[in-house]
């Protein structure tokens, strides 16, 4: 049986992830955590509309790099937390339901 996380860098699969999100768990938060923390916090927020756009996630996660945003953006929605069209940006049902457990706080 072949050994889980083994495949190629260049194309990780989803036991790539976990392994390394496992792996990962005792630096937490690192950068990307704490960008994928600020795009939940904003899709779920009651301030803004439902969809978003990532340029709306730049304009109000000032304080993060572009390209982290898009990184937390890209790995939450291949998560099942977000669900991604073109520049729309949306929370899941599965997103959504963390939020109405209390789950997602800050």
Same mark, same amino acid.
């Given at each position: 049986?072949?050994?889980?996380?083994?495949?190629?860098?260049?194309?990780?699969?989803?036991?790539?992830?976990?392994?390394?999100?496992?792996?990962?768990?005792?630096?937490?938060?690192?950068?990307?955590?704490?960008?994928?923390?600020?795009?939940?916090?904003?899709?779920?927020?009651?301030?803004?509309?439902?969809?978003?756009?990532?340029?709306?996630?730049?304009?109000?996660?000032?304080?993060? !790099?572009?390209?982290?945003?898009?990184? @937390?953006?890209? $790995? %939450?929605?291949?998560? +099942? =937390?977000?669900?991604?069209?073109? !520049?729309?940006?949306?929370?899941?049902? @599965?997103?959504? $339901? %963390?939020?109405?457990? +209390? =789950?997602?706080?800050?």
């Amino acid at each position: 049986m072949p050994d889980k996380g083994t495949s190629n860098p260049q194309n990780p699969t989803p036991d790539d992830d976990y392994a390394c999100a496992i792996a990962n768990r005792g630096t937490w938060p690192n950068e990307l955590d704490v960008a994928e923390r600020g795009v939940m916090l904003c899709i779920l927020s009651d301030a803004h509309d439902e969809r978003w756009t990532r340029t709306d996630l730049e304009q109000d996660l000032l304080d993060l !790099e572009p390209k982290k945003i898009e990184e @937390a953006t890209e $790995r %939450l929605g291949k998560d +099942g =937390l977000l669900h991604i069209h073109q !520049e729309h940006v949306i929370a899941s049902r @599965a997103g959504i $339901r %963390l939020d109405e457990l +209390g =789950l997602v706080t800050v």
